[in-house]
């Protein structure tokens, strides 16, 4: 998102710039929900992709307890999409002869004036510029900042997103026109409409996102992180490879404590997948002439749904200080210091939000949110809200 937004924006005040996509395959049916906020409609408007047929929109937040009761709701008019339906727009809006598949960053070479940059079959550029929007687990970064690393936050998510088709009536009545929570302690259950496969927006054949936040420290998400065939990673194991047994627990588990709309969702799931929930901030964006943007230069963890909005107003502010100037390395320095802030802000905020799964509570200040966002009503008023930018 975040190299798709940059190519735009530059494209915009007259750059040359082309995108290597480290993946072989088109970047469609990937990723699951993603909540918009006003912000993020305006980046997609202003770069040029558009909002047509973004996503659903829902009315109102509810909250639920375990028999599947309402016990408190919040009207707020939120358009929910998804992850590969942003990919799409964005894509469609950068020429096809500048968007590479199947080139894998391997490492850059920079002389102060300009990079040279090679790609993993042998492939090198030149540019005047290198933005890195690789991700979390950005390769430009670990090149050019080797000891900023993603911190686990403590906790992790099951999720997946279940075909509207297949669930029960009494689901698609109570939860699936809203964005619902339910709230057990130190856990966080949260179900939302997406669009269908092929951003198919038509009743009966969308998709509901669920997330099941569960705390687990590095000794539980190192086991999960065995997959079927005993092998060991690191961040997390691709959905396919996932232990059996291991969704079979988180199911047993489920049952356990959820309501039974919520249980109905999860079950319907055919492969559900777990994300630990990391974030960092990168205490410079820019080294040299290579930059980073999105979730490369700071990540937050994700309660604030605001990752994709971030990455837009890095690749905006990127080019708003490279139109301003005609210095390309006094516009980087100009990028530097109006976004590194704005990142580590979002993601101090994402950690305010985390206190509510208990984890870590170091400080008076964390005890305090946590109690405050033990209230449900205050959880449906932080949760997936950017209310954290009048602050
Ligand atoms: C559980 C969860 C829920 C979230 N919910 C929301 C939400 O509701 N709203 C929201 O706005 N955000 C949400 N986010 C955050 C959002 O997904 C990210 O902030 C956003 O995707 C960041 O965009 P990006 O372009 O920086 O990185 P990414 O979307 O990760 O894209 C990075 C790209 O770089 C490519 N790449 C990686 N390595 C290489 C390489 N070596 N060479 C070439 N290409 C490479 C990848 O294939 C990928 O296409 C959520 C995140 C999580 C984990």
Redesign the pocket.
């Known amino acids: 998102?975040?190299?798709l937004f940059s190519a735009a924006y530059l494209r915009q005040i007259g750059w040359d710039v082309d995108i290597?996509?480290?993946?072989r395959e088109p970047?469609v049916g990937r990723?699951?929900?993603?909540?918009t906020h006003p912000e993020?409609l305006e980046a997609l408007e202003s770069c040029g992709a558009g909002t047509r047929d973004l996503g659903v929109e829902v009315e109102k937040r509810v909250t639920i307890n375990q028999a599947g009761c309402v016990i408190g709701e919040k009207s707020l008019r939120q358009i929910l999409t998804s992850?590969d339906r942003l990919q799409y727009l964005l894509q469609q809006n950068v020429p096809a002869e500048h968007y590479h598949l199947g080139?894998?960053?391997e490492r850059v070479e920079q002389d102060g004036s300009g990079v040279r940059v090679h790609f993993a079959d042998g492939l090198s550029e030149s540019a005047d510029i290198l933005i890195g929007?690789?991700?979390?687990?950005?390769?430009v970064r670990a090149q050019v900042a080797p000891d900023v690393q993603p911190i686990y936050a403590g906790y992790y998510?099951w999720?997946g997103a279940p075909n509207e088709a297949d669930l029960a009536p009494e689901t698609l009545q109570s939860i699936f026109p809203y964005f619902t929570f339910f709230l057990p302690e130190c856990q966080q259950v949260i179900g939302y409409p997406i669009a269908g496969l092929n951003n198919e927006l038509a009743p009966g054949r969308r998709r509901y996102n669920l997330?099941w936040y569960r705390v687990g420290d590095a000794d539980v998400l190192k086991n999960m992180c065995v997959d079927e065939a005993g092998h060991q990673h690191y961040y997390s194991v691709p959905p396919p490879l996932i232990r059996k047994a291991l969704v079979a627990e988180m199911r047993a588990d489920a049952a356990k404590i959820m309501p039974p709309v919520f249980l109905d969702a999860l079950n319907k799931i055919a492969h559900p997948f777990f994300?630990p929930?990391y974030d960092f901030t990168s205490p410079s964006f820019v080294f040299g002439r290579t930059v980073l943007?999105?979730?490369?230069a700071s990540?937050a963890r994700?309660h604030m749904?605001?990752?994709?909005?971030?990455?837009g107003g890095d690749a905006l502010a990127l080019a708003q200080a490279l139109r301003d100037h005609d210095d390309i390395d006094a516009a980087l320095t100009q990028y530097d210091a109006a976004r590194m802030p704005i990142g580590n802000r979002i993601v101090l905020h994402g950690r305010k939000l985390g206190t509510h799964l208990g984890v870590n509570l170091k400080t008076e200040e964390d005890r305090k949110m946590w109690e405050l966002l033990q209230d449900y009503r205050a959880m449906m008023d932080w949760i997936?809200v950017p209310n954290f930018l009048a602050a």
Do not use: H, N, Q
């Not at 290597?20 to 993946?23: M, T, V």
């Not at 929007?133 to 390769?139: E, V």
């Not at 943007?293 to 490369?296: C, F, K, L, P, R």
């Open positions: 998102m975040s190299g290597y996509e480290r993946s970047l990723g699951a929900g993603i909540t993020l992850w080139c894998a960053f929007g690789d991700g979390i687990r950005s390769g998510i999720r997330i994300t929930i943007v999105g979730d490369a990540s994700p749904g605001f990752g994709v909005a971030k990455a997936a």
